[in-house]
């Protein structure tokens, strides 16, 4: 199996640096966020509990989840319906963690992870992908940053979609997330023991995007 596991907290730059490592590298990139927050907007759409088992856990199979490759770069879709956009507010991202401490939303994704690393050579990014989803994976990355320069790049994103955002709460939900998604029971945030640590803090994208490659050239 050719892959290439990028773990990490929210805003270390995984999928700015795994999207641009995998199209130098031919691989498929796979942003499982992207699915955790599909889901998130699928399950408060329909008015359940994102945190609620028994609620969540019969909406799943009527969801069709698919990450396809357009002229504006990877589209997430929910049941054929191009969800990228709306699945990137805070909102968005509160939802998935909390839907992804869940044991049947976990187990449902695990397949179609697995599914998509089987057919062809991937960079996926996510918190458990070289734990839990590809344990066998080549090259595993634990990608941080502090989170003071995870909030600025957040900050960046959001303006840069023309969006409010407030420096001082993004910083205060990446820590919430942060603790959240390590500290949960199921396949928590946490570097793998084979994993090498790449902290970006003081990287441009194309130092982190070069190192990753060194890392996929030396096999790891
Ligand atoms: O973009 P950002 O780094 O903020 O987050 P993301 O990668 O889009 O993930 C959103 C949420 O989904 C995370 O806070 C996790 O709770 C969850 N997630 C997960 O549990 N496992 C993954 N493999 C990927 C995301």
Redesign the pocket.
């Given at each position: 199996m050719k892959a290439v596991a990028i773990d990490g907290p929210?805003?270390a730059g995984?999928?700015t640096i795994a999207k641009q490592a995998a199209e130098r590298l031919g691989y498929i990139y796979v942003d499982?966020?992207?699915l955790?927050?599909a889901i998130g907007l699928y399950v408060s759409q329909r008015g359940a509990d994102p945190a609620g088992e028994e609620e969540v856990a019969p909406l799943l199979k009527d969801i069709r989840l698919e990450l396809v490759l357009t002229e504006e770069g990877q589209r997430v879709l929910l049941n054929g319906e191009d969800v990228s956009r709306r699945i990137r507010t805070p909102e968005a991202?509160l939802n998935?963690?909390r839907v992804?401490a869940l044991p049947a939303v976990r187990a449902f994704l695990l397949e179609l992870q697995r599914g998509i690393a089987e057919r062809s050579p991937v960079i996926m990014d996510?918190?458990?992908?070289g734990t839990v989803v590809l344990p066998e994976a080549e090259v595993k990355i634990f990608l941080t940053a502090a989170p003071e320069e995870r909030a600025r790049r957040r900050l960046l994103e959001h303006q840069q979609r023309g969006e409010q955002a407030d420096y001082q709460t993004l910083l205060e939900e990446i820590k919430a997330?942060d603790h959240a998604?390590s500290t949960r029971a199921i396949?928590p945030l946490r570097q793998a023991e084979d994993a090498v640590l790449l902290d970006t803090t003081h990287l441009t994208p194309e130092e982190a995007i070069q190192a990753v490659l060194n890392l996929v050239k030396r096999g790891g």
């Amino acid at each position: 199996m050719k892959a290439v596991a990028i773990d990490g907290p929210a805003g270390a730059g995984k999928s700015t640096i795994a999207k641009q490592a995998a199209e130098r590298l031919g691989y498929i990139y796979v942003d499982t966020g992207a699915l955790y927050r599909a889901i998130g907007l699928y399950v408060s759409q329909r008015g359940a509990d994102p945190a609620g088992e028994e609620e969540v856990a019969p909406l799943l199979k009527d969801i069709r989840l698919e990450l396809v490759l357009t002229e504006e770069g990877q589209r997430v879709l929910l049941n054929g319906e191009d969800v990228s956009r709306r699945i990137r507010t805070p909102e968005a991202a509160l939802n998935a963690s909390r839907v992804a401490a869940l044991p049947a939303v976990r187990a449902f994704l695990l397949e179609l992870q697995r599914g998509i690393a089987e057919r062809s050579p991937v960079i996926m990014d996510g918190r458990d992908i070289g734990t839990v989803v590809l344990p066998e994976a080549e090259v595993k990355i634990f990608l941080t940053a502090a989170p003071e320069e995870r909030a600025r790049r957040r900050l960046l994103e959001h303006q840069q979609r023309g969006e409010q955002a407030d420096y001082q709460t993004l910083l205060e939900e990446i820590k919430a997330r942060d603790h959240a998604d390590s500290t949960r029971a199921i396949a928590p945030l946490r570097q793998a023991e084979d994993a090498v640590l790449l902290d970006t803090t003081h990287l441009t994208p194309e130092e982190a995007i070069q190192a990753v490659l060194n890392l996929v050239k030396r096999g790891g």
